[in-house]
């Protein structure tokens, strides 16, 4: 079982940036990516961003293309997600998932606020 702690969020001004963090317990052998998802009030959740752990290949969704990077420390089991030139659009719940296939997210963090004012 992998379990998965967010931090980082908070509020900011529009065109600020915030670092979201995603720590993986023990047991992350078995992840095959690590994503970024959000949820604003009354929407979906929806794709962010997603990091492959052994090839380090990443992607986006178009909306934070050039302004958000997810990384990973490989050492420490830690995923981020700097976001710069934030957005009030970007307020939302973010929540960090791992799967182990190219199928379902299967793990989830329990979500951090983040909040841009204009």
């Known amino acids: 079982q992998v379990q998965l702690v967010e931090s980082g969020g908070g509020l900011v001004q529009a065109g600020g940036s915030l670092r979201l963090s995603c720590a993986a317990s023990e047991n992350t052998f078995s992840i095959y990516q690590t994503g970024w998802f959000r949820q604003a009030p009354g929407k979906e959740r929806v794709f962010v961003a997603h990091?492959?752990?052994?090839?380090?290949?990443?992607d986006y969704v178009d909306s934070v293309k050039g302004r958000f990077t997810i990384s990973r420390d490989n050492a420490g089991n830690t995923v981020y997600l700097q976001m710069n030139s934030l957005k009030p659009e970007d307020t939302a719940v973010y929540y960090c998932?791992?799967?182990?296939?190219?199928?379902?997210?299967?793990?989830w963090g329990q979500g951090t606020q983040v909040a841009v004012s204009s």
């Open positions: 990091i492959n752990w052994s090839t380090g290949s990443t």
């Open positions: 998932a791992a799967r182990e296939s190219t199928s379902a997210w299967k793990y």
